[in-house]
């Protein structure tokens, strides 16, 4: 699979595109566990300044759950990684772990069902962002 993310460019500016982000994952039914200021660390650790970017770690329960059933290993892809880059003062992009790349590691019927649940929900969400004014 040479693909692997489901990505939208949104006319947000960067902090309002996280906020926006993070509603609708949870619009979506996912909620963030985690998040990583790709920015602030990168100054931390290396001294180097880069556009803002964070990742967020995005999870559905039921579905990771369900993954995780079908297929202990899934526990290496999970959470699911939602990152957003700042692209210009008033643009933003929006990059997700597709969901079906999983079936790429397991052959797993019920991984490809919750796979398939989850890019679904995950591209929704994408084009409501698209939609959305900033």
């Excluded at 960067?14 to 660390?41: N, P, S, W």
């Excluded at 079906?100 to 991984?111: K, Q, V």
């Amino acid at each position: 699979m040479e693909e692997f993310t489901l990505a939208s460019t949104i006319a947000a500016p960067y902090d309002e595109a996280v906020a926006r982000v993070r509603h609708a994952l949870a619009d979506a039914g996912f909620g963030v566990l985690t998040e990583i200021d790709l920015k602030a660390t990168l100054k931390a650790k290396l001294d180097l300044d880069v556009a803002p970017r964070v990742i967020l770690g995005a999870c559905r329960p039921q579905l990771a759950h369900r993954a995780l059933e079908a297929d202990p290993r899934v526990a290496a892809m999970l959470p699911c990684n939602v990152v957003v880059s700042a692209v210009d003062d008033g643009t933003s992009r929006v990059e997700v772990f597709d969901p079906a790349a999983m079936t790429s590691f397991s052959a797993s019927s019920a991984i490809a069902e919750v796979a398939a649940e989850a890019r679904d929900r995950l591209t929704q969400m994408l084009a409501r962002l698209e939609g959305q004014e900033a």
